[in-house]
């Protein structure tokens, strides 16, 4: 009997440390959304990431990709990220939908995680301009 309580209590203990590391990702994610920090934001990027942005709709490198969303919040000054909706897409994918903030203007904002060789990585973010 003890055994078998061992064995569900260590379960659920890895059952629900998963679910933590999903919702930690994409809580990061959002959090370097808020403060326009592309080095935390890069640090999920895939080796490819799809890319669209107002005058650009592309996969680039993640190299290509971190340079590119650089400097669209340099010259989009980041105030800040609304969280509108975040979820489970299922295949241990995420994803997040909101208002990223910034001096020029408002920008619907999409991501898109899938987990790969065990860690989450982000495979596409859309900025849309919603002005």
């Known amino acids: 009997m003890k055994h078998i309580l061992s064995s569900?209590?260590?379960g659920s203990v890895?059952?629900?440390?998963?679910f933590m590391l999903q919702n930690s990702s994409i809580d990061e994610v959002i959090s370097a959304l808020r403060t326009g920090n592309v080095a935390q934001?890069?640090?999920y990027f895939d080796e490819n990431v799809?890319?669209?942005l107002p005058d650009i709709k592309d996969n680039y490198s993640k190299a290509q990709a971190q340079l590119i969303v650089k400097d669209f919040f340099t010259n989009n000054a980041v105030k800040g990220?609304?969280?509108k909706h975040k979820g489970d897409g299922g295949g241990g994918s995420q994803y997040c939908v909101g208002t990223l903030q910034t001096a020029s203007g408002n920008y619907r904002t999409n991501v898109f995680m899938k987990m790969k060789n065990g860690k989450e990585v982000i495979k596409e973010i859309r900025f849309q301009s919603m002005d």
Request: aromatic share 12%; hydrophobic share 60%; charged share 5%.
């Open 41 to 43: 934001l890069s640090n």
């Open 8 to 10: 569900l209590l260590l």
């Open 50 to 52: 799809g890319l669209t």
């Open 14 to 18: 890895l059952l629900f440390s998963s």
């Open 81 to 83: 990220f609304e969280l």
